[in-house]
């Protein structure tokens, strides 16, 4: 999805802007185990459905919060958040994050992403700042706010 007249020379336009809201994304029981299984984070309150059913104060099994962290990358490439004439976008790390609200499995959520600010580094490179709030359907509060960065090369 691209951006109406978003370029690398139009970045600074753009800064304070909504940029957009991603598609909706859920997060099944399947995608929680496949992130534990690839990260080592076992933990019940993610995997074990029976016992989390049970003992549980959420009613049942949660994402890890890094899986939902993880959902953004991928969000902002559909969004068009990087712009189609830089030639790569590389991701620099976070500035702030706020994990406010369990993400339960079977749930659904989508990024809401406002350009905080575009950095000219030199030599065609922009870091780009965003505020990314993930959404979850149905529900008053977000699961988080991250402020991410990434390297733009023109």
């Excluded at 809401?112 to 965003?130: I, K, P």
Aim: hydrophobic share 45%; proline share 3%; aromatic share 6%.
């Amino acid at each position: 999805m691209a951006i109406e007249n978003y370029s690398m020379a139009t970045l600074g336009a753009f800064v304070g802007k909504e940029l957009g809201v991603s598609e909706w994304v859920e997060v099944d029981q399947a995608r929680i185990d496949a992130f534990a299984q690839c990260t080592n984070d076992n933990q019940w309150i993610h995997v074990d459905v029976e016992r989390a059913s049970k003992e549980s104060p959420f009613g049942g099994t949660i994402a890890h919060g890094f899986l939902t962290l993880s959902l953004v990358a991928g969000q902002l490439l559909d969004m068009g958040v990087f712009p189609a004439d830089a030639s790569a976008a590389v991701n620099y790390g976070l500035d702030k994050t706020r994990f406010l609200t369990p993400v339960k499995a079977g749930a659904r959520v989508r990024n809401r992403v406002s350009l905080l600010a575009a950095d000219n580094r030199g030599q065609g490179r922009v870091l780009l700042r965003t505020e990314n709030t993930i959404e979850i359907e149905g529900e008053s509060k977000p699961a988080l706010v991250a402020e991410a960065l990434a390297l733009l090369v023109a």
